[in-house]
């Protein structure tokens, strides 16, 4: 599954495309997107190569841009404020995305004041760190007559579906791996997404039926 160009993937390919080569000539390789320009990926694996299109079922998702406000220092804050406006104009559960542990904690925080929700909203944080049992919370469908507000990082792009999403607030941002040279480590650095995950961000929206996506740019 290759959704959005990466390091990473790009050297999974490699790899493969390595083994297929050297070891093992009988071996397929199919590459599954809903994103990535797949013309360009097929001249890469050779003449000849079929692209195979399938459509799949994605209800339509309206945009709604919401420009960072200089009240709100804080990125948690922007993110909390999109979320109150979501509870507040929409039902269904919300998907929120935020670049990491510390934003995720920040806008939690921020959300469980009193009366910072609606009443019948869970608020869910979703990152690597939590106990298992923590993220099942956040995965697992909501009881009738609730819904949730889940908080995540970009693990809930492509890698994990969450039941019940009719709606995403989505930061922007994203934290990455860079690799310095002059440093010769790595570090984690926070990024404006590109188009294509700002996209697959959106889509989340509409697995069940219309959606809305606030983008906070």
């Known amino acids: 599954e290759f959704h959005e160009r990466s390091l990473q993937a790009d050297f999974g390919l490699a790899l493969a495309l390595d083994v297929r080569r050297a070891l093992r000539p009988d071996l397929r390789l199919l590459i599954m997107s809903a994103t990535l320009h797949i013309p360009d990926v097929s001249r890469f694996l050779g003449e000849g190569t079929p692209i195979v299109e399938a459509s799949g079922r994605l209800y339509p998702v309206e945009t709604i ?105 989505d930061s922007g941002f994203a934290r990455v791996s860079r690799f310095s040279p002059a440093t010769g480590m790595s570090h984690l650095e926070t990024i404006r997404i590109s188009r294509d995950r700002a996209d697959q961000r959106t889509g989340r929206a509409g697995r069940l039926g219309n959606g809305y996506c606030y983008r906070l740019w």
């Open 65 to 169: 841009f919401l420009p960072l406000r200089t009240r709100f220092p804080r990125l948690a804050e922007q993110v909390a404020a999109g979320i109150r406006r979501a509870c507040a104009e929409h039902d269904g559960s919300i998907l929120a995305f935020l670049p990491g542990e510390g934003e995720i904690r920040a806008c939690a925080e921020i959300l469980s004041a009193p009366h910072s929700l609606p009443d019948g909203v869970d608020l869910r944080p979703l990152y690597a760190a939590l106990p298992r049992a923590r993220q099942d919370e956040a995965l697992r469908p909501c009881v009738a007559g609730r819904r949730k507000v889940v908080l995540a990082t970009s693990i809930a792009e492509s890698s994990l579906t969450i039941e019940g999403i009719s709606c995403v607030v």
